[in-house]
Nanobody, 123 residues
Framework: VQLQASGGGLVQAGGSLRLSCAAS????????VAWFRQAPGKEREFVAN????????KYADSVKGRFAISRDNAKYTAYLQMNSLQPEDTAVYYC?????????????????WGQGTLVTVSS
């Protein structure tokens, strides 16, 4: 499975962006999909994930109530709607798929990764 993240850009604080993660293979539909982000000089951190059935979602406390993860399995695509963006949300955002562990926030427990898309929030 190959993942392609897109939708990043420059936005003012308080604005919104929607990221997309397009997958190449049908098996994507059976995988948990996650978004992580990595700010300059920081570790890559968990943002959100969604199960294969588009039912269960998890969010980092820092984005709860502002971000929403979703997926369209017919289009082999996952999304991250980001609202009320703040400068601290500035990071490269990565999508990941196929969760193979027990800790959903652990980046080492996802098998496939996209290349990342840069989100910059100005104050």
């Amino acid at each position: 499975v190959q993942l392609q993240a897109s939708g990043g850009g420059l936005v003012q604080a308080g604005g919104s962006l929607r990221l997309s993660c397009a997958a190449s293979g049908r098996s994507f539909r059976s995988y948990t999909v996650a978004w992580f982000r990595q700010a300059p000089g920081k570790e890559r951190e968990f943002v959100a994930n969604i199960d294969w059935g588009n039912v269960n979602t998890k969010y980092a406390d820092s984005v709860k109530g502002r971000f929403a993860i979703s997926r369209d399995n017919a289009k082999y695509t996952a999304y991250l709607q980001m609202n009320s963006l703040q400068p601290e949300d500035t990071a490269v955002y990565y999508c990941a798929a196929q969760f193979i562990g027990t800790d959903h926030s652990n980046r080492n427990q996802y098998h496939y990764w996209g290349q990342g898309t840069l989100v910059t929030v100005s104050s």
